[in-house]
């Protein structure tokens, strides 16, 4: 995986924008959803989706293809519209967000739609899964070289199963399951370390014997480089902490915890995607 040129970096930033215009819409339309993560996990996706994955988005069920599990599945929104983006789906159908018989749910439903590698809604369980799929792969002695990429919440990782599943992931040494913790500090009910500190999250980590690899989860040299690390790491698991934004792009949602689990009205998302598209003409042209 070379390093990224300059070109390579302002297209997978201009289609982040064109993501998260996506994501303002559809959840304007909806009427309801979680704005902060998504927001924040835009460029995360952008990068796995258009640069690091082994995948065929016109045959998802590729047998050889990497998979992505969404772990904290209310952050779904960045994922349908990453997946429109890359071509999995009409990018018009990310208007049935959240709406009833609608292939795109508030939390991931595997069976509904291609491409979706597992259900999520309850937190704490993708790694669980991730973990089964990679065991499997093991057993079956699977050729392919495939990966599991797994995303998580900064949040979620109060749930105890994850602690269960770190120490499951070390026991039988899974290098191929790479975990990635969107590390925004934010959750429901307010700042992550006031509800249940985290920190020193990458000790912890690196206590349980994991390669813990941080990163700033908005720089797309830095996610590639990261993931190209871990793919080396062959004695212990990676797990990789991407220090994000929450609502990213948006100056009024940035930062604020408030916006972890609310839609913008329809005023509120106009604001927004005004910010977006003054934000990517100056991509574009290369303004500071």
Known sequence: MHSLTDVEV????????DIRESIIKMLVEA?????AGPLGMADVFTALYFRILNHTPRHPDWIQRDRVLLSNGH???????????????SISELKTLRRFGSRLQGHPHREALPGLENSSGPLGCGLSQAIGMALMDRLE???PDRYFYCLMGDGE????????SFLLLNKYKLTKVISIIDRNTIQIDGFTEDVLPLESLKDKLEAFNFHVIEINGHDFRDIVRAVGTAKSSLDKPTVIIAHTIPGKGVTPFEGDYKWHGKAPNIEEGKVALKEL????????????
Not at 157 to 164: A, D, F, K, S
Request: aromatic share 10%; net charge positive; glycine share 12%.
């Open 157 to 164: 990782i109060n749930e105890g199963q994850v602690w269960e």
């Open 31 to 35: 009427g309801s959803g979680h704005t």
């Open 75 to 89: 952050i779904a929104p960045v994922l349908y519209a990453t997946m429109a983006h890359a071509g999995y789906f």
């Open 10 to 17: 302002q297209a997978l930033t201009l289609r982040a924008e």
């Open 277 to 288: 598209r003054s934000l990517r003409g100056k991509i574009r042209y290369g303004e500071d």
């Open 141 to 143: 002695n699977h050729k």
